[in-house]
């Protein structure tokens, strides 16, 4: 059982930065395709970006050029640095894990991953 906790949300201004930090408790190396999801009030969770075990990242265009996925093997930890912004980028956002080195065709279907955090609220005002 693979036990995921985000941190690093917060509020801040339209054009600021956050970056997102998702702390396994066990080893989640190559093995696993790790993401980021995020859920908006009265909105369905949707996908924000994956990474591959190997290291293959994947970024929804509305993130594109702004949120860059990252992982660090060596302490199990998913990151996502988010730059630029807006509020429509309010949400919840959670981590979640699968036992899949690729993530692939359903990299940001929800119903696809094992192990999920408990989320972490971020707040963009303008």
Not at 52 to 79: A, I
Request: proline letters at 2%.
């Amino acid at each position: 059982q693979v036990q995921l906790v985000e941190s690093g949300g917060g509020s801040v201004q339209a054009g600021g930065s956050l970056r997102l930090s998702c702390a396994a408790s066990s080893y989640t190396g190559r093995n696993y395709c790790m993401a980021w999801f995020r859920q908006a009030p009265g909105n369905e969770r949707e996908g924000v970006a994956a990474i591959n075990g190997d290291g293959d990242r994947y970024h929804v265009d509305s993130v594109k050029g702004r949120f860059t996925v990252s992982r660090d093997s060596t302490n199990n930890t998913l990151y996502l640095q988010m730059n630029s912004l807006k509020t429509e980028d309010t949400a919840m956002y959670y981590c979640a894990a699968k036992p899949k080195t690729w993530c692939g065709a359903g990299r940001f279907s929800a119903e696809t991953y094992n192990y999920w955090g408990q989320g972490t609220q971020v707040t963009v005002s303008s």
